[in-house]
């Protein structure tokens, strides 16, 4: 099938469905373990063989308990810890298995992530994304193989209802290393901002980046225990840069996975040219208006050591505004609300006219180390956690009654405790499923308004599900992330005396690295992909 029909059949899937929804997120690599793959399951159960209670699943020995560590991105909640009690219950009665949780926050991840796999750390499961180092760490085998016949004994929920797209999507060389997340995700950003400090300043109307500039500029001026903007973690820098360099690009420029190697191509190109996003005009101009926005007093000073995000800080009362995606802001708006009813919380497009984008279903996933003691078994607490709605929407949402109220008909209700396990910001993206994801009702007044303009003009990536091998330049790109993790992050905040000086310096140094051998392979592996598409 051509590829047309298939981005056609997304979006025909995707409106159907109504599903909106948003997930969060360079890295520097250690050197590479040894990372052999663990040995294949046994096919041929113990004679003493516990009959595990997944539904399905033939006699598989869960008779030893087993205790599984899992990584996950974010920052540990008020309520981690009692929401996974419940969890690891109900784990340890259907597969003799728990979990014990570790967390990698936003400020830090980048650098932790490549380093539990060269550190000879015991671990089992890890999210991953397509810019969350899922090929690289794929193609230094860091991961486990995953086969459909893996699935079908020890994850047969996963089996029957993975999406194919999605499978497909996940292999790297021909091979699966991730259970990619089984939801259909839109991705637009919006600010929040206080209506108390609009009214105060005599601000009618907070729509647009012209008018979120505005309302900046007077918090700088005239609030100065508020800092404007509070960006933090990388993650945060790198959003608001996107915002100011899809402006520019729009329908002009095909970005291609990993970020970290900040590669691009001509739309419609169909030698598929790949080079750097700092050759391109629009990288000057964006990082010209962060610079502007910087010596403005938008935010700290101290911004690229900041390992609070910018949601954490306009939560706490130290900022006046807050950048994050949709799916985040309806969490962020109720609880924040709930404790500050007098701030009047407006929730403005960020978007302007750039369209918001269809992800690819890699966007959010989880993966099995590959040296893990226990890969069947954590296959099969995938598999529930993905699959089980009651360990699905406690690993989602929470506990039921305590943080949310469940309507029914897939909405749910946020209770003032919500904000000890808020919605969708507890690590949990890697496990979401269409079949049971469930929508707040009454959160954002004009949230169906947003989503009205989104939809109309919502486009999905060109190379979206394509997957670069680093294996012949990896050398070459643990140098170019060594650059994205100093220089180019530095831009992105505007940290720059002389823009056109320090974006020059940083094409030098990314040529010394070898840039243009690895552009020269993303061309050739990316050229090929979509050549083959069209077979």
Not at 230 to 241: E, K, P, Q
Request: glycine share 6%.
């Amino acid at each position: 099938m051509r590829r047309n029909s298939k981005i056609l059949a997304m979006f025909l899937v995707l409106i159907m469905l109504g599903g909106m929804f948003l997930s969060a997120c360079g890295q520097k690599p250690a050197p590479p373990a040894d990372t052999a793959p663990a040995a294949a399951p046994s096919e041929e159960p113990d004679s003493k063989a516990a009959v595990a209670e997944t539904e399905g699943t033939e006699a598989i020995d869960t008779s030893q308990e087993v205790k599984l560590v899992m990584y996950l991105l974010g920052e540990r909640t008020p309520d981690f810890d009692k929401v996974f009690d419940r969890i690891n219950e109900k784990l340890k009665e259907k597969i003799n298995a728990t979990i014990e949780v570790k967390f990698m926050g936003w400020g830090e991840w980048e650098q932790k992530y490549p380093l539990v796999f060269a550190s000879g750390e015991d671990f089992d499961l890890i999210y991953s994304a397509d810019w969350a180092m899922y090929n690289t760490q794929a193609s230094k085998q860091g991961f486990y193989e995953i086969t459909k016949d893996m699935l079908e004994k020890y994850a047969p929920l996963t089996a029957e209802s993975i999406y194919e797209d999605a499978w497909e999507q996940a292999k790297a060389d021909g091979k699966v290393y991730m259970l990619p997340m089984n939801y259909k995700e839109l991705t637009a950003f919006v600010f929040l901002v206080r209506g108390d400090l609009m009214k105060k300043y005599g601000i009618e109307k907070v729509e647009t980046m012209d008018d979120v500039e505005n309302y900046l500029d007077q918090i700088a001026k005239n609030e100065p225990s508020l800092i404007p903007l509070d960006i933090g973690s990388d993650f945060d820098a790198r959003m608001l840069y996107d915002l100011f360099w899809q402006k520019e690009t729009v329908n002009r420029l095909e970005k291609i996975n990993p970020m970290q190697l900040m590669g691009y191509s001509k739309k419609g190109d169909d030698t598929v040219t790949v080079f750097n996003e700092t050759e391109d005009p629009a990288f000057l101009t964006a990082v010209e208006k962060l610079q502007d926005w910087k010596n403005r007093g938008f935010w700290s000073k101290s911004a690229v050591v900041n390992t609070q995000n910018n949601k954490e800080s306009f939560a706490a009362g130290k900022s006046a505004a807050a950048l994050m995606n949709i799916n985040n802001a309806k969490s962020e708006y109720t609880n924040n609300t709930l404790a500050h009813p007098e701030w009047d919380i407006r929730v403005v497009d960020a978007q302007g006219d750039v369209p918001a984008i269809v992800q690819s279903y890699l966007a959010n996933g989880m993966c099995i180390f590959s040296k893990s003691k226990n890969p069947e078994r954590a296959l099969m607490a995938l598999d529930l956690l993905r699959n089980d709605e009651e360990l699905h929407d406690l690993f989602s949402y929470g506990i039921e009654g305590e943080h949310y109220i469940d309507l029914g008909n897939g909405k749910i209700e946020l209770t003032e405790n919500n904000s000890n396990y808020p919605y969708d910001t507890n690590g949990n993206w890697g496990i979401r499923n269409d079949k049971y994801w469930k929508s707040v009702e009454g959160g954002i007044p004009n949230y169906d308004k947003l989503y009205d303009k989104w939809i109309k003009t919502a486009q999905a990536g060109e190379f979206t599900a394509f997957t670069f091998n680093n294996e012949s330049v990896k050398n070459q790109v643990a140098a170019m992330n060594d650059i994205y993790n100093t220089n180019i992050k530095l831009l992105y905040l505007g940290f720059s005396d002389d823009p056109q000086k320090d974006i020059k310096a940083t094409q030098e140094k990314l040529k010394a690295a070898g840039a243009d051998e690895v552009y020269s392979e993303m061309t050739r592996q990316a050229k090929e992909w979509k050549d083959s598409l069209q077979e």
